[in-house]
């Protein structure tokens, strides 16, 4: 999948398009950080401003390199050296819009860029994206924000790398470039006809990711071949009867079970609003689909053994709640493809990845085919810690012990390059990352 995201300065694409790219596990290309990278070097070079001609011959001739930081930005070298802070310094903001404009360094920069996309799954970030370099790209986003927005962002950027400039020089500095990347006469900057616009004035950056993940999860559901799965999904809750007692379930029993087990949930806007989502929770009682469900604010759809359903009225109950049955020691087919109904539908699918109950109320291994649906396409995964639990029931009794249930951030999937049974195996080790973090920051730490 390609997804582009083009947008003035300072309308948050770079953090935006770098999340989103985490968030679905695909890779992401700062353009910017390209034309920055060239104009740097032609500044050292003495071609800005009177050589530029030679601009794209030094282009073409340019090895550039990324190198993702965890949660920062993104390093940027040339062979050896890095330029990742150099780029951004004011010499160089104030002549990229020139050497942008040039033909040559243009048509050098978009065969790179399109090389990158021809290798699959990339958030491209900058100004021509969607309307030269993919116009066929699957999504196009274009972010936008008030020019004072977009001052004031950058001024706090600044500030936070030591530089203090005054806001209306940040102002005018921000207009001059607006005008002269939309004014110039090759790829200016415009929005696609076919692209999204989102004004960013007044959204937190988690609600712009989200706002794009949901556009991704959109494009699931509208592809043909997919309408059926949205069907389905609507069946899994079946008949008024059972619609109503769902509705009963998640309006008046929430509330009541939290009061009983003096339950305190943290971390739920870590679950995004819409989109396909993996919850992956670690597993201490028969009972956790329950807590989950009633700590969620999205119905959730539960993997949950086939055992459960020998019982006849528990089943009844599981089926309401639209959870499924995985039989397990065997390559359950119908599970698996029940699972990933769920989550081309844009739903969120609740699995246990450690396979058994815990009850002693430690972690188990994963098990490696979990993280598969993590690994799908526009998939967001959110580890989930449970803890007390397992104290609910002891022998026949039952108790009501304090239950805490803790959301974590989306769990950050390795590269897409990674071979596949590889990148399975990390992901199962930094959802055990995940659920160690959780569980550090607990208050009992039990
Ligand atoms: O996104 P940025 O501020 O780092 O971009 C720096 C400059 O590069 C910007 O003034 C316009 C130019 N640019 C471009 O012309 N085409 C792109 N695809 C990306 C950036």
Redesign the pocket.
């Known amino acids: 999948m390609i997804i582009t995201i083009d947008g003035p ?1 300072g309308s948050g ?1 770079s953090t935006i398009a770098r999340e989103v790219a985490k968030r679905l596990g695909m890779r992401y290309l700062d ?3 390209m ?2 990278t060239i104009t740097l070097l032609a500044l050292e070079a003495g071609l800005v401003p009177g050589r530029l001609d030679e601009a794209g011959a030094l282009a073409a001739a340019t090895p550039l390199r990324f190198e993702e930081r965890r949660d920062d930005l993104t390093r940027v070298f040339v062979r050896d050296r890095e330029v990742t802070d150099e780029i951004r310094g004011r010499a160089v903001s104030q002549n ?2 020139a050497v ?1 404009a040039d033909q040559g360094v243009r048509s050098v920069l978009t065969r790179k860029q399109r090389e990158e996309a021809a290798r699959g799954d990339l958030v491209l970030e ?4 969607g309307t030269v370099v993919v116009p066929t790209a699957d999504l196009k986003v274009f972010l936008t924000a008030s020019i004072e927005e977009r001052a004031r962002r950058r001024q706090l950027q600044l500030e936070g790398q030591g530089v203090s400039q005054p806001f209306d020089q940040l102002t005018a500095d921000i207009a001059a ?1 607006d005008a002269y ?1 939309s004014g110039r006469e090759i790829a200016p900057l415009r929005k696609a006809d076919d692209a999204v616009e989102i004004d960013t004035s007044a959204l937190t950056i988690t609600q712009v990711i989200d706002a794009v993940c949901a556009l991704v999860a959109e494009k699931h559901l509208s592809a043909p071949a997919t309408q059926a799965k949205k069907w389905r999904l609507s069946r899994m809750v079946r008949g008024p009867l059972d619609t109503l007692l769902y509705r009963f379930a998640y309006s008046f029993l929430p509330p009541l079970w939290r009061l009983l087990f003096r339950m305190t949930i943290s971390g739920r806007d870590y679950l995004p609003s819409s989109g396909a989502v993996v919850l992956a929770s670690n597993h201490r009682s028969n009972l956790d689909p329950f807590f989950l469900g009633v700590s969620s604010s999205r119905q959730i759809h539960f993997m949950a053994k086939a055992e459960l359903w020998k019982v006849k009225p528990l089943g009844r109950v599981l089926d309401i709640l639209g959870t499924f049955p995985v039989r397990r020691g065997e390559a359950d087919r119908m599970a698996v493809k029940r699972a990933i109904e769920v989550l081309s539908a844009g739903g969120v699918l609740g699995i246990f990845p450690e396979g058994h109950r815990q009850r002693e109320g430690l972690l188990g291994e994963i098990h490696p085919g979990a993280s598969l649906f993590s690994l799908r396409e526009g998939v967001v995964t959110i580890p989930v810690l449970m803890q007390g639990t397992e104290n609910v029931v002891k022998g026949r009794m039952v108790r009501f012990p304090r239950v805490r249930v803790a959301f974590g951030p989306p769990l950050e999937l390795p590269a897409k390059d990674v071979p596949r049974a590889q990148r399975a195996l990390l992901t199962s080790e930094r959802l055990i990352e995940a659920y160690r973090s959780l569980l550090s920051s607990s208050a009992d730490g039990s």
């Open positions: 300065a694409k353009t910017g950080a034309y920055r990229v819009s942008s900058g100004r021509d994206m470039r990347d």
